[in-house]
T-cell receptor
Framework: NAGVTQTPKFQVLKTGQSMTLQCAQD?????MSWYRQDPGMGLRLIHY???????DQGEVPNGYNVSRSTTEDFPLRLLSAAPSQTSVYFC????????????FGPGTRLTVT | AQSVTQPDIHITVSEGASLELRCNYS??????LFWYVQSPGQGLQLLLK??????LVQGIKGFEAEFKRSQSSFNLRKPSVHWSDAAEYFC?????????FGAGTRLTVKP
């Protein structure tokens, strides 16, 4: 199993550009989520999904969109990038939201100039 | 909603010394507790977890953690630290429909 994969690993955007961060898992997990990690702030939940066709907002959803058309894929879209979105982004999957281990991807380091 | 506090932002220990990383949580019921490790440039990897039963749980890489309900704590320990243990450590608390992570503790290991 590949586990959770994320692409790209690194990305530089200019303010106002849009892009999609890709995330896929091959463990048939219903629950998938996106976090951002900033120094001293730990992991903050952006959006999550409890199954195909179902998404919901986390702590810091503004400026991001998600969709879940299949169990395997959970892309994160930045609509109009801002310097405040410079961060490391992690995708994770699990059997559920709180009772089981979350499996994390390797992360995407995004810089917005 | 539950919350997690890791009081120590950064800890430095000498190689071979013992280690204890603190984690305190706030939650009304018995939580699901996790410790993750993040090596530089990597994603998070599960070290150990507690759901119920024996309050002392063993994990990978020689780590253990003890759940103390009376203190709302789930501290991570290792008797003898290796240079390869240098990383960031995250405590997390889960419930039926939520998961919260602490801010992390960065561990530096001195030769």
């Amino acid at each position: 199993n590949a586990g959770v994969t994320q692409t790209p690993k690194f990305q530089v955007l200019k303010t106002g550009q849009s892009m999609t961060l890709q995330c896929a898992q091959d463990m048939n997990h219903e629950y998938m989520s996106w976090y951002r990690q900033d120094p001293g702030m730990g992991l903050r939940l952006i959006h999550y999904s409890v199954g195909a066709g179902i998404t919901d907002q986390g702590e810091v959803p503004n400026g991001y969109n998600v969709s879940r058309s299949t169990t395997e894929d959970f892309p994160l879209r930045l609509l109009s990038a801002a310097p405040s979105q410079t961060s490391v982004y992690f995708c994770a999957s699990s059997y559920d939201r709180g009772q089981h281990e979350q499996y994390f991807g390797p992360g995407t380091r995004l810089t917005v100039t | 909603a539950q919350s997690v506090t890791q009081p120590d932002i950064h800890i430095t220990v000498s190689e071979g010394a013992s280690l204890e990383l603190r984690c305190n949580y706030s939650y009304g019921a018995t939580p699901y507790l996790f410790w993750y490790v993040q090596s530089p440039g990597q994603g998070l990897q599960l070290l150990l977890k507690y759901f119920s039963g024996d309050t002392l749980v063993q994990g990978i890489k020689g780590f253990e953690a003890e759940f103390k309900r009376s203190q709302s704590s789930f501290n991570l320990r290792k008797p003898s630290v290796h240079w390869s243990d240098a990383a960031e450590y995250f405590c997390a608390v889960g419930s039926n429909n939520d998961m919260r992570f602490g801010a992390g503790t960065r561990l530096t290991v001195k030769p």
